[in-house]
């Protein structure tokens, strides 16, 4: 079984910064693109960030210039560091990964997802 566990949202101010973390653990064989989304209350999860296992990165509009995406493939962990937060980045923050799992018996990767961390940007 494969599960992602974030960590890294709270409270800050406008123009302050956060770091968000995500750590894939379980029968991981590989783990192809990682990638963060946001929801906010009334509105569909949209795509903040993501990074191919190469390195490649791609990020929302929105968040150019602001936040950085990256990886380490030793710990299994995708991180979002996040600068000159503005409210409207409020919204909960879930990650995601594409796994292939060796404990499931076909050799595929499937979509995971964390279950989830709060950021909350508030003067």
């Known amino acids: 079984q494969v599960q992602l566990v974030e960590s890294g949202g709270g409270l800050v101010q406008p123009g302050g910064s956060l770091r968000l973390s995500c750590a894939a653990s379980g029968s991981i064989l590989s783990i192809n693109a990682m990638g963060w989304y946001r929801q906010a209350p009334g509105k569909q999860r949209e795509l903040v960030a993501a990074i191919t296992s190469g390195g490649v990165t791609n990020y929302a509009d929105s968040v150019k210039g602001r936040f950085t995406i990256s990886r380490d493939n030793a710990k299994n962990t995708v991180y979002l560091q996040m600068n000159s937060l503005k409210p409207e980045d409020t919204a909960v923050y879930y990650c995601?990964?594409?796994?292939?799992?060796?404990?499931?018996?076909?050799?595929?990767?499937?979509?995971?997802w964390g279950q989830g961390t709060q950021v909350t940007v508030s003067s």
């Open positions: 995601n990964a594409e796994i292939t799992d060796w404990n499931l018996r076909k050799s595929r990767s499937y979509d995971y």
